[in-house]
């Protein structure tokens, strides 16, 4: 009897469903990549909206998703452009009315002025990613500079919330917090209250950001404090009791006066923590804040990412904060919230933070990324079951913290004839420079088990040799080691291995150095591409810590001596892959190669920045699709930014 082909469908449609919104329970933060200062997140019907500074705060643009905790590759679309002569579009929040309209509330000034608040109105209040008004002025009576405008709903009026320095009192010393009541969305009295002082220490003469939330009739404010790029930035609490007038200063409860309420958490590398919205789970039971923090300790400014953490509620009814989470610190789904998704693209990075030198291996369907981690003094392996995102996966130390071991560089999986080694570089206490190494895993199907101990290559060279990588031929019965030295001359060389863990030093060979200008000096990272009868080797060229560095390319017929280097095809004329700036990627290099999961896809690993003058540190693993001219040659694309979707690769769910 032939089935019920539409019941059929509906059936494997319901198991896949249930399976992918109950495959993954938790997610990590950052919740979108990039620099996303002073992000707001509310959830407006069915979605959730994040409105984000973009264009180096020019533009508004508003960000559509089904989960609150995963705004990359979704809907977006700029909603407002500030008119000419004006800048520093800040800390956009979006508020349903008194009118039943929706507004949203931003900073913005003229070039050479302070800012002031504004307004924009929705066309239709139903839909956030319509049209908005052009910008309308907020308390245009006061001349004063004011920015982080807010709304709080007590005692069913609406009053307006800002940071300044000015009110009608008089000139203020600091950012302060102040309040008016307002007649309509973007209509005040011309009444002002100052009902906040940075006159702690730990707010460092700053008050500003504030969000409101409420519980058992208070209204709880939440401000940020402390010098906006630094570490110290973080989040205080006030409140006010349901009856009171918030107009007078001394109805407002002041939080511990011992400190903040959310701060740094140095074990997780989360600095500036602050700025925060709040919004509510899908089903409406859990609070959350929607906040800025970097993972670098140095480099605040530019590198505000937003995150997510929830906030529980104690036995007082007062909120409860818990340490800001990092990048590798799983936390439990909001509730309600499913992670079914439809997406047919994918936007980089694949992983969040630092992960310089990406090689992804796949291995029986799972792929895994090798890092240096713990300050580059252990090996992390990271499995995933797609190769572009590696984020909440399942990871595993396999090379612990040695107090003789420093500066890991260039992990790398390679499989050669079923047995699974890891090459890697590394500074060992008994030698004055980095030196090549390699592992054996004791079960090769299984990257996250146990490897045995550590065995130095090439002990005969005593010059720094660094980012070794296996070139395998005839299925693996010619297996060749190509790698970076500062022997004399300096560059990639080559030498024939007499087994995966053995390099016979006496054939070595220099292969290539780096004599074109746009290479300065440099030639490391080597990586492998089969081609039809021709193997194409990658190479990286360029400062590596500056924005120009770069991937090369070279190559050699199967059948020429790989010794000699005089057989090898070098592209002289320029890098195949390198810089865009139009996208924001910088540092494009230290390649890896893979296939799509069904293997008919090539994909190319690397590292890239955000910013051309902040490299190291924030080097971020990508991928992109290789593709293949009508000779059989790869033909490289231009890197992709955080905010531009590719195609998922090939049998990738």
């Known amino acids: ?33 990039g620099n996303s200062a002073d992000p707001f997140v509310g959830r407006f019907g069915d979605f959730y909206y994040m409105l984000l500074s973009t264009d180096y705060e020019h533009e508004l643009t508003i960000y559509k998703s089904s989960e609150m905790t995963n705004f990359r590759n979704v809907e977006s679309k700029v909603i407002f452009r500030a008119p000419e002569n004006y800048q520093n579009v800040w800390a956009s929040e979006m508020h349903r009315m008194m009118d ?54 007590h005692n069913n009026k609406y009053y307006y919330v800002w940071s300044g320095r000015d009110g009608i009192e008089g000139s203020l010393p600091h950012d302060s917090i102040l309040i008016t009541e307002m007649l309509d969305p973007v209509t005040t009295t011309t009444q002002t209250t100052v009902i906040r002082q940075p006159l702690l220490p ?57 400190g903040p309420v959310f701060y740094k958490n140095e074990e997780e590398d989360v600095w500036g923590p602050g700025h925060a919205s709040f919004t509510v789970s899908p089903d409406g039971t859990e609070t959350w804040a929607i906040y800025h923090a970097s993972d670098d300790r140095e480099r605040i400014e530019h590198y505000r990412v937003a995150r997510a953490d929830k906030v529980e509620w104690g036995p007082d009814g007062r909120p409860v904060f818990p340490r800001p989470h990092g990048y590798y610190s799983p936390q439990p789904i909001p509730s309600g919230q499913t992670t079914i998704t439809t997406k047919t693209t994918f936007t980089n990075p694949i992983i969040s933070g630092d992960s310089p030198d990406p090689h992804v291996l796949l291995l029986n369907g799972t792929y895994y990324l090798p890092l240096a981690t713990d ?11 797609r190769l572009t995102n590696f984020r909440n996966s399942v990871s595993r130390k396999v090379f612990g913290q040695n107090d003789c071991i420093t500066d890991i560089w260039a992990p790398e999986l390679t499989l050669i004839n079923g047995e699974l080694y890891l090459y890697l570089s590394l500074k060992n206490c008994s030698e004055s420079s980095h030196s090549v190494y390699v592992m054996k895993a004791e079960d090769p199907s299984n ?53 995966p863990m053995s390099v016979n030093a006496a054939s070595r060979t220099l292969l290539k150095a780096p004599t074109e200008g746009w290479e300065g000096g440099v030639a490391n990272g080597p990586a492998f591409l089969q081609g039809g009868n021709v193997t194409y080797m990658t190479y990286s060229a360029g400062n590596p810590g500056g924005a120009d560095y770069s991937t090369a390319l070279m190559s050699i017929g199967n059948e020429l001596d790989p010794l000699v280097a005089s057989n090898w095809n070098v592209k002289r004329d320029g890098p195949v892959f390198y810089r865009n700036d139009e996208e924001m990627v910088f540092a494009t290099g230290h390649a890896g190669f893979t296939t799509s999961p069904d293997q008919t896809e090539v994909w190319m690993t690397y590292h890239a920045a955000e910013w051309p003058d902040r490299v190291f540190g924030n080097r971020v693993a990508r991928v992109e699709k290789i593709e293949w001219d009508q000779d059989g040659n790869p033909v490289f694309p231009r890197p992709h930014g955080y905010f531009s979707p590719q195609p998922l690769p090939r049998g990738e769910a």
């Open 375 to 385: 300050s580059a003094t252990s090996i992390t392996i990271h499995s995933s079951r």
């Open 1 to 33: 009897m032939e089935p019920n082909r539409n019941f059929l469908g509906f059936f494997l449609m319901c198991i896949a469903l249930a399976s992918s919104s109950s495959a993954q329970e938790t997610f990590t933060n950052p919740i979108i990549d």
């Open 100 to 153: 039943g309209n929706l507004y949203i509330y931003f900073a913005m000034g003229e070039v050479g002025d302070f800012n002031r608040m504004w307004a924009i109105r929705c066309d239709d209040p139903n839909d956030p990613m319509g049209n908005w008004s052009e910008a309308i002025r907020v308390i245009p009576h006061l001349e004063q500079p004011g920015v982080d405008g807010t709304i709080l709903i």
């Open 202 to 258: 730990w707010e460092r003469n700053v008050n500003e950001g504030p969000f409101f939330i409420y519980n058992n009739n208070v209204s709880y404010l939440l401000f940020a404090a402390s010098f906006t790029f630094s570490e110290y930035y973080c989040l205080g609490l006030m409140s006010i009791d349901e009856g009171l007038d918030p107009m007078v200063a001394s109805n407002w409860w002041y939080g511990p006066e011992d």
């Open 447 to 499: 990257p996250l088990g146990e490897w045995g101990s550590l065995v130095r290559l090439l002990p005969e060279v005593q010059a720094q040799t660094a980012d070794g990588a296996v070139m395998q031929r005839n299925e693996g019965r010619e297996l060749y080691f190509v790698y970076e030295s500062r022997e004399d001359p300096y560059g990639l060389w080559i030498a024939e291995m007499t087994d």
